[in-house]
């Protein structure tokens, strides 16, 4: 009955497989900034209602946040589908957005024409600013996965592989204030924020060799003074601090803080130094969530990648599968030549391949989404793994 209500899924993907590409198409087109997102969530908005889910649209007090709820509801878990649909600056859709969005919509609304028959409750989540403005993070501050059981999305990669993790993340914004005086007639008056700003570069440079393989940490100056010939009273620097464990990252953090309050003391200049913007924690993937996943994949026919050392990003999700067992799979749209976050990767976004991804990623959420409905001892599996990891 299970493999039944999977082909009956999978076929109502393939009904709606010219629907999803136009979506995934229209904002492709209409490439839209974190929190902006108006144009995309009011078309993700309004293809739930038509297949028949309850929609908020500006859920969590975030204009383009969209919480759906299928009216079948019966005892039983809670699955929430997640869409993510922000563009970066300049480069458009380069982290295909648009293809999570539309597997989303395609998973959820296969799911609808099967959910009569199936327990529990299913969630469209539409979910703003992956791209630093943590707007899964806002969503679980509000409230919004206290009853949910499991998450789940797709991200588009060029690589397809399950259970890859993320990296946690702060952004910290450094600040140097020293004093002004003429650079040559009276150096010995100033006090050089910059130098503060470049000595915090040498400290951590030297930090470097001493940290765990796979941290990261990576800065610009965007302000490191005005004029040559005036010794820069202000300079400044934003950093991301990236680590596989939270705790890792935030250990990272304070040798961080020492560097800078080292360059203030070398240098008499006066710092700040503030966590800013996003603060993203790293993802726990579930194992047992994954290869049910899996097994669909293959049964779809995806060939997956061999697993082996993966450079890993950032993302909201991360913050999600502290709270509830969650995945994040990557499906290959490209070669591995490409990069993420490149004008390649958005065109590859728009591709044959990358719109194909959506539609299997679409299947595959929808078949994993019937397991977890159906098989109670994979239930169990994926509750254990989570409390025991
Ligand atoms: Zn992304």
């Known amino acids: 009955m299970m493999g039944e209500i999977k082909d009956r899924v999978c076929e109502h993907v393939d009904r709606m497989e010219t629907a999803l590409r136009e979506v995934s198409a229209s904002i492709h087109a209409n490439p839209e900034l974190k929190f902006e997102e108006r144009m995309a969530s009011e078309i993700l908005a309004s293809r739930l209602r038509d297949a028949g889910f309850e929609v908020a649209l500006g859920a969590a007090n975030m204009e383009t946040a969209i919480i759906a709820e299928h009216p079948s509801v019966s005892p039983g878990l809670t699955v929430a589908i997640l869409g993510e649909y922000d563009a970066l600056p300049e480069i458009g859709h380069a982290c295909g957005h648009n293809l999570i969005a539309a597997a989303a919509l395609g998973a959820c609304a296969a799911l609808s024409a099967v959910k009569a028959e199936l327990p529990g409750k299913l969630l469209f989540l539409g979910t703003p600013a992956e791209e630093g403005g943590g707007g899964k993070v806002i969503m679980i501050e509000a409230g919004v996965f206290d009853d949910v059981d499991i998450a789940m999305m797709f991200h588009p990669a060029s ?53 765990e393989d796979g941290a990261r940490i990576h800065g610009i100056i965007d302000n490191g003074g005005a004029k040559p010939n005036i010794v820069p009273e202000f300079a400044s620097a934003v950093f991301y601090v990236r680590a596989a464990e939270t705790a890792y990252r935030d250990e990272l953090l304070d ?70 067992p969650a995945i994040h799979p990557y499906l290959r749209i490209c070669g591995e030549d490409v990069a993420g976050h490149s004008r390649e990767f958005a065109a590859a976004s728009i591709s044959e391949a990358g719109q194909k991804a959506m539609l299997v990623a679409a299947k595959a959420m929808a078949m994993t989404a019937v397991d977890v409905w159906t098989d109670a001892d994979l239930a169990a599996r994926i509750a254990r793994v989570f409390a025991e990891e």
């Open 255 to 324: 040798k961080l803080e020492r560097c800078a309050q080292g360059a203030a003391l070398a240098t008499g200049a006066t710092l700040s130094f503030q966590p800013v913007g996003h603060s993203y924690k790293a993802m726990k993937p579930n194992r047992a969530l994954g290869e049910a996943f899996v097994r669909n994949l293959v049964t779809l026919g995806e060939p997956l990648c061999p697993p082996g050392d993966r450079s890993m990003g950032s993302t909201d999700m991360g913050d999600v599968s502290q709270v509830v």
């Open 159 to 211: 690589h397809t592989i399950v259970d890859r993790g993320s990296l946690a993340i702060t952004e910290v914004r450094i600040e140097f204030t020293g004093k002004p005086a003429h650079a040559s007639g009276s150096p010995e008056k100033g006090i050089n924020a910059l130098d503060a700003v470049i000595q915090t570069f040498n400290g951590i440079n030297a930090l470097r060799q001493h940290i």
